[in-house]
């Protein structure tokens, strides 16, 4: 069920013990959206934790109030009143689902979010959950603190590449400038966000050397076995490494999670990589979407190369 913003804020107002979540593989806006969010609702007088189901990129480790993200223990039980989603559909959470049964509250900016059987405020054009959540805010009539503001402006900045995507609009901008008013560091986040290890560095020579070129040098793909992935505290930003090849319009990046685990990353300049992210069950947005292949890597390129020739 779709619902406006005004509403998802009624349902935060009227809830007093709230559960807040973000996808498995949390990137810079899951992060950044629940810990501002967290930090919204205490202000209001709530209780509002944070739960989720999966390790944090050491880059990310960096945001204020990152201690207070714990992970759900096997059988653990959290009283909550409200289960807040962000930035995912609610298939995306891991165990967080088992933690509680109180009803859920979704706000997201994924196209593939349709809000089947849960109240979900969703706005696609949005760059990032995080631009929601200061929206949000302002509805609540909630100061944004330069903690919080730290927290929105990392969410917008990772999901748009600092500014650089196709889904960075006016409102972005104008949303990101408020952020800075309120007391922002923007090359701090740019700094912490951008570090690597010496190790992750000789991982990323060895993911260029995966490097396949498919279908007249429309797709550029890289494969990364288990070996590989490890080098890495993240797999995030690899991929844009190819996405820019002048003749490239669909890169993709699969990365062996374990064994016949294969997490696919795919970035398009035209093709719509969502829909073939959905149809392989993952989703995603038009120019930058995901799934995951249960099988070996070799099978997993095969599967992926014939459904994006399909689509171009
Ligand atoms: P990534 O390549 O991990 O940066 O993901 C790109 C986009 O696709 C993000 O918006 C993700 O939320 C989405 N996405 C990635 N993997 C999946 C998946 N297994 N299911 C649904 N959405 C996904
Ligand atoms: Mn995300
Ligand atoms: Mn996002």
């Known amino acids: 069920m779709l619902i406006t913003l005004k509403e998802a804020a009624t349902r935060l107002q009227a809830a007093n013990r709230i559960l807040i979540t973000a996808h498995v593989q949390p990137d810079g806006d899951a992060i950044g959206s629940t810990l501002a969010t967290m930090q919204i609702l205490r202000a209001m007088g709530k209780t509002a934790e944070i739960f989720i189901d999966d390790s944090v990129r050491r880059n990310l480790q960096a945001l204020p109030h990152f201690e207070q993200i714990r992970r759900p223990a096997d059988g653990e039980h959290f009283d909550a009143d409200l289960l807040l989603v962000l930035d995912t559909s609610p298939d995306r959470i891991g165990n967080v689902r088992k933690l509680t049964d109180a009803p859920l509250l979704n706000v997201d900016h994924h196209v593939t979010n349709i809000g089947d059987g849960y109240a979900l405020y969703v706005e696609t054009k949005a760059a990032a959950t995080c631009e929601i959540i200061f929206k949000l805010a302002r509805e609540l009539g909630e100061a944004i603190t330069p903690a919080i503001a730290t927290c929105l402006y990392t969410g917008i900045a990772t999901d748009t590449g600092f500014f650089q995507f196709s889904n960075t609009r006016a409102d972005t901008l104008a949303i990101a400038s408020e952020l800075i008013t309120c007391g922002v560091s923007p090359h701090f986040i740019s700094e912490q966000m951008e570090k690597k290890t010496l190790a ?82 993952g989703g995603g947005h038009i120019r930058a979407a995901g799934c995951t292949l249960k099988t070996t890597l070799k099978d997993a390129e095969k599967i992926l190369v014939e459904a994006i020739g399909k689509a171009l």
């Open 200 to 281: 992750e560095v000789i991982g990323l020579r060895d993911a260029l050397n995966t490097l396949k070129i498919y279908y007249g040098n429309k797709v550029a793909g890289m494969t990364l076995d288990y070996a590989t992935v490890s080098k890495f505290d993240s797999t995030e930003g690899i991929i844009d490494e190819i996405r820019v090849i002048d003749t490239v319009d669909v890169a993709f990046l699969i990365s062996e999670r374990a064994p016949n685990v294969c997490r696919v990353s795919m970035r398009s300049k035209d093709v719509d990589v969502a829909k073939i992210a959905a149809r392989l069950g």
